[in-house]
T-cell receptor, first 112, second 114 residues
Framework: EAQVTQNPRYLITVTGKKLTVTCSQN?????MSWYRQDPGLGLRQIYY???????DKGDVPEGYKVSRKEKRNFPLILESPSPNQTSLYFC???????????FGPGTRLLVL | KQEVTQIPAALSVPEGENLVLNCSFT??????LQWFRQDPGKGLTSLLL?????REQTSGRLNASLDKSSGRSTLYIAASQPGDSATYLC?????????????FGKGITLSVRP
């Protein structure tokens, strides 16, 4: 089954404790992206990747890092989480030929 | 800067009604427009994708139209059912650039009453 998976689905952490949210897709998609969803602000892009070893900033990259060492994986790293990073995070992927974007189930993060 | 607007923010209809959800965007230079469905606490499911050269797309009871020149898209749901209750988001992809970033509207929360 074609899918985008994220782990963990729920995470409670404390300020400053480094964490990684994993994202994996099994569709051989070139393009992957991270979004955060906040009430009243909608979905905003954090980082994206056009292919392996090619990443770039989206609209709200501050406080986040990403890497793309393999085509299927695109982890989101919060080196020193802060309470304003409490949010619902989505990973997405698409083929450069097909265009439809597929989203993961989301990771709900609470930073205390 | 592209802005996507969906009004109203919430809608409640009786089962069986045909309904139209609206989406407007400020910059008509788009590559494509996508409609998504989001159930509470869940991810986004793609419903329909319309390329900028197309006028409409259909899938089952859903029909999405695109008028690029006026900056509008509509999602038509025929014979609505309680299972259609969810938040519907539209998103546009800009014409230029390698980034397939989507600019989202804030969504319309639909409630279909039995």
């Amino acid at each position: 089954e074609a899918q985008v998976t994220q782990n963990p689905r729920y995470l409670i952490t404390v300020t400053g404790k480094k964490l990684t949210v994993t994202c994996s897709q099994n569709m051989n998609h070139e393009y992957m992206s991270w979004y955060r969803q906040d009430p009243g602000l909608g979905l905003r892009q954090i980082y994206y990747s056009m292919n392996v070893e090619v990443t770039d900033k989206g609209d709200v990259p501050e406080g986040y890092k990403v890497s793309r060492k393999e085509k299927r994986n695109f982890p989101l790293i919060l080196e020193s989480p802060s309470p304003n990073q409490t949010s619902l995070y989505f990973c997405a992927s698409s083929s450069i030929f097909q265009e439809t974007q597929y989203f993961g189930p989301g990771t709900r993060l609470l930073v205390l | 800067k592209q802005e996507v607007t969906q009004i109203p923010a919430a809608l409640s209809v009786p089962e069986g009604e045909n309904l139209v959800l609206n989406c407007s965007f400020t910059d008509s230079a788009i590559y494509n427009l996508q409609w998504f469905r989001q159930d509470p606490g869940k991810g986004l499911t793609s419903l329909l994708l319309i390329q900028s050269s197309q006028r409409e797309q259909t899938s089952g009871r859903l029909n999405a139209s695109l008028d690029k020149s006026s900056g509008r898209s509509t999602l038509y749901i025929a014979a609505s059912q309680p299972g259609d209750s969810a938040t519907y988001l539209c998103a546009v992809r800009p014409y230029t650039g390698a980034n397939s970033k989507l600019t989202f509207g804030k969504g319309i929360t639909l409630s279909v009453r039995p």
